[in-house]
T-cell receptor, first 108, second 114 residues
Framework: GQSLEQPSEVTAVEGAIVQINCTYQTSGFYGLSWYQQHDGGAPTFLSYNALDGLEETGRFSSFLSRSDSYGYLLLQELQMKDSASYFCAVRNDYKLSFGAGTTVTVRA | ETGVTQTPRHLVMGMTNKKSLKCEQHLGHNAMYWYKQSAKKPLELMFVYNFKEQTENNSVPSRFSPECPNSSHLFLHLHTLQPEDSALYLC?????????????FGEGSRLTVL
């Protein structure tokens, strides 16, 4: 089976930087994804890392270390609209298994 | 219509009722999924269909019955549910069973079982 660990909550102020860590245990690992979900909304895809290293997409970056079974999502220049839940997910063969999510609250 | 559409958005049913959730994707994808989302818990994968064939049944109780008549439509038939089945049910689709780790989700059907 798969297991993923990520912090349950993070609070930060506008303009700050937040890092959400994700550690995982799985067999047949293909890659690590990140999703954002606002209250009442659908999860939306942010990034996917299949290889070690950092992927940057605008204010958001994602990192993967396969040898450490570890990844993180970095949110820079936080904005109020970034208040949401963030999920890491491991791709194992043909399916994605998700973590419990990290609720990020951005304060003015 | 674009993306993944789910109906109904909200559903309240008694334990003896029979109802169905519907999902339609307009993205030309070959794989479709049902996930269950309960508060403060990971999204739980329920079923996976790839090219209309069920490839995953994640030990889901038989009171949940999926149907995939074609690669664009997915149903979840519900009968004799329990109050603990109350949750948000999310449908998703992807090209080739999650290639690139990207799923496209619908906004979900919020189910309340009385």
């Amino acid at each position: 089976g798969q297991s993923l660990e990520q912090p349950s909550e993070v609070t930060a102020v506008e303009g700050a930087i937040v890092q959400i860590n994700c550690t995982y245990q799985t067999s047949g690992f293909y890659g690590l994804s990140w999703y954002q979900q606002h209250d009442g909304g659908a999860p939306t895809f942010l990034s996917y890392n299949a290889l070690d290293g950092l992927e940057e997409t605008g204010r958001f970056s994602s990192f993967l270390s396969r040898s450490d079974s570890y990844g993180y999502l970095l949110l820079q220049e936080l904005q109020m609209k970034d208040s949401a839940s963030y999920f890491c997910a491991v791709r194992n063969d043909y399916k994605l298994s998700f973590g419990a999510g990290t609720t990020v609250t951005v304060r003015a | 219509e674009t993306g993944v559409t789910q109906t109904p958005r909200h559903l309240v049913m008694g334990m003896t009722n029979k109802k169905s959730l519907k999902c339609e994707q307009h993205l030309g994808h070959n794989a479709m999924y049902w996930y269950k989302q309960s508060a403060k818990k990971p999204l739980e994968l329920m079923f996976v269909y790839n090219f209309k064939e069920q490839t995953e049944n994640n030990s889901v109780p038989s009171r949940f019955s999926p149907e995939c008549p074609n690669s664009s439509h997915l149903f979840l038939h519900l009968h004799t549910l329990q109050p603990e089945d109350s949750a948000l049910y999310l449908c998703a689709s992807s090209s080739e069973s999650g290639a690139g780790g990207e799923l496209f989700f619908g906004e979900g059907s919020r189910l309340t079982v009385l």
